[in-house]
């Protein structure tokens, strides 16, 4: 198998970013954007001024900036270290079930399978067996019919399907349709521990500020029914030793799963709540 490396992931991660993010964005009004870029960029020169910054840092400033667009990093930088924050804005008025970043690694359009579903994924795949199950319910706790459950999650090496080579292109990725009750039931693997990719240029900003590079253990999730809310998110296990200083700051008490022991693998049980639209 092919070694994954940040400028394959970042390129895949910028290329999907383009061909699926874009479409949606609409003009912004200039008032808006003068707002927005004058503000950080007067952060910026605060940041200069208060720290004393030097020529060389300046320039090495420059040469990392350049280097993540060369290694196609942005998506990583933004969702890794920005997202967060966004998220917290966007859904600072719902209701029901919390939600998180979504991170560079989505794709759209996974393969289809109903409320009791398996995740695609290798014969020999990695991993604990995990059931992922639930329900999807509105604000008044009455079921939401045929709910979209969107699943995604890297193997057990922490590498993404369309991310990284000699992965089968739907592994672990699915999208199951809850029941009449808005239940469903999901096989897949319990996930690992990962560190981001640290060959690039994200990885040399966390080298040079002592920072590690882990995320803890996730399930990544997108759920959706028309006339609700989607709602984007991630779900974690407990006892990570990751979970308190997650690299992407994107970890949520109300995120962390139960997971029981089985004899054939690990249960876990999750129910979503969706805000009206």
Partial sequence: MSIATAAASGASATERFQADKLLGVGETPPERVSELAGEVIAAIHETVRKHQVTYDEYNALKAWLIGVGQDGEWPLFLDVWIEHVVEEVANADR??????????????????????ARMPMRADEA????????????LS???????????????????YSQFAPGIPEWNLRI????DEEGRYWIETIQPAPYQIPTDGSCGK?????????????????????????????????????????????AVKPELMLDVVEGEAGNVTTYDFVLDPA
């Avoid at 209701?95 to 759209?108: A, D, L």
């Avoid at 991993?127 to 509105?138: E, I, K, N, R």
């Avoid at 009455?142 to 590498?159: H, S, T, Y």
Wanted: glycine share 12%; no cysteine; hydrophobic share 40%.
């Fill in 127 to 138: 991993g604990t067996p995990l059931l992922f199950q639930g329900q999807v319910t509105d």
């Fill in 205 to 249: 900003l966390i080298a040079a500020a002592g920072w590690h590079a882990w995320r803890p253990a996730h399930l990544h999730l997108k759920v959706s029914a028309p006339g609700r809310q989607l709602i984007t998110t991630q779900l974690y296990f407990p006892g990570d030793p990751h979970n308190g200083d997650d690299i992407a700051s």
């Fill in 175 to 178: 999208t199951a349709i809850a």
């Fill in 95 to 116: 209701s029901g079930s919390k939600g998180t970043i979504e991170g560079p690694y989505y794709v759209p359009n996974a393969p289809k399978q109903g409320a009791r």
């Fill in 141 to 159: 706790g009455a079921p939401v019919p045929g709910a979209k459950i969107e699943l995604w999650q890297a193997d057990a090496a922490g590498f």
